[in-house]
């Protein structure tokens, strides 16, 4: 059989696409996309054509049969989401699970990831951390979900889109309670790229005072419940740094 090949693609700035994803979206005999349209502009960007196969939601389950099909075959496929790593909160585990069901080699070209990204420049705790995606979109369901990770003592990772943020934040102060200390990163890799950390009434007070605050991508991290005196080392080492800095 073939592969199915799981490849990364940018989350924003076109250069972080690998030489490996490269070779290997040019060596397919298909991309399996979710938004052709938008995996047709990547692609010839890089002066590549492909057959493009649209994969989403809600055909998942019927195209799956028909590719593991195609990779029982002989052919190996690529499976890419509109931006950042495919199955991380975007399609893919269902042909995944498929054809790994069917015993065909499915193997990964890892890159970019919003929420690993946004991670790596928190300055949270970073050892243990739980990714929950999306919160739901109505305001009680939202606050529900918050509230079954109130007390979860692992760091939090969070996507969040433009038009929610503000409500977002509002309810994390609510649920977590206004002093818990959270980074908002903004826009990764891209022009307006800015990550802000405060603690949630801080960053609440400052999305809701910069409308530019509010526009682009979120990752939102919160630190985990309970760890009061990591939390106070940590804060104390901040002040300790920026002293020094006055101090040289
Ligand atoms: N599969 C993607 C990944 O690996 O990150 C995530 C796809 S999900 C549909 C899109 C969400 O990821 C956005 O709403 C935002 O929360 C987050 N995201 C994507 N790109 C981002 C960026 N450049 N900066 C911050 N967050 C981003």
Known sequence: PGTLHVVATPIGNLGDLSPRALDTL???AAVCAEDTRHTRQLLSHFGLERPLLALHQHNEDAQAAQLVARLLAGESLALVSDAGTPLVSDPGYRLVG????????????????AAIA??????????????????PAKGSGRRERLSRVAGETRTLLFYESAHRIEEALADMALVFGAARRAVIARELTKLFETVLDGSLADLQARVAGDPDQRKGEFVVIVEGAGEDADAKI???????????????
């Open 26 to 28: 040019r060596s397919v």
């Open 98 to 113: 498929a054809a790994r069901a069917a015993g065909v080699r499915v193997s990964p070209v890892p890159g970019a990831c």
């Open 234 to 248: 940590a804060e104390g080492q901040r002040l300790y740094a920026k002293l020094s800095e006055y101090l040289k």
């Open 118 to 135: 946004a991670l790596s420049v928190a300055g949270l705790p970073s050892d243990r951390f739980v990714f929950e995606g999306f919160l």
